[in-house]
């Protein structure tokens, strides 16, 4: 997938496709996994769940 360059993500790596289109979800062959959802909401709530663990993390006093 580097087009004959140096891997640029580790072997055991699974590339996520994630689309509002099922057009480009068919077409991108290279993912492991699939999503066909709004790329900006998969996004926010992503970062939501980022942040409650930091949160609870925090409150727990674990690092």
Do not use: K, Q, Y
């Amino acid at each position: 997938m580097n087009f004959g360059n140096p891997p640029l993500f580790p072997r055991g790596t699974e590339l996520v496709c994630i689309n509002g289109s099922h057009e480009e979800v068919d077409l991108n062959r290279a993912a492991d996994m699939t999503l066909l959802c709004d790329p900006g909401a998969f996004f926010d709530a992503l970062v939501s769940l980022d942040d409650e663990a930091l949160a609870e993390r925090t409150a727990t006093g674990s690092s």
